[in-house]
């Protein structure tokens, strides 16, 4: 089991977990989900309570990942599998990504 903690502008606003390679959960934390000025961070994922659970890595987090020949290069320089997906996740969305979300791991 990995565990990686999301940010919204640096603000702490859930926990993503890979139980396994077809498990995945994401759940936002109390404090951000009862401040009312904090938005959910995706439309996928809407502010609730509930875990969400998927078989694979939520399209919202897959779709931060590079493509092609930079993930083929990212996977050798960070030496993580190509196929790892949340390896890949946790080791490049901390910190320069495109938007308000970073995803850094949790330890």
Do not use: C, W
Request: proline fraction near 5%.
């Amino acid at each position: 089991m990995r565990t990686a903690k999301v940010y919204y502008n640096h603000i702490f606003a859930g926990t993503l977990i890979e139980e396994s390679r077809k498990q995945y959960q994401f759940t936002y934390d109390d404090d951000y989900f009862k401040n009312p000025s904090l938005p959910a961070i995706s439309l996928t994922l809407p502010k609730t309570r509930q875990t969400f659970q998927e078989a694979f890595l939520f399209p919202f987090f897959y779709n931060m990942l590079a493509e092609g020949v930079n993930r083929k290069l990212q996977s050798r320089f960070f030496k993580i599998d190509e196929d790892d997906s949340f390896g890949l996740l946790i080791a490049t969305a901390g910190i320069d990504t495109i938007g308000a979300i970073t995803i850094k791991p949790s330890f």
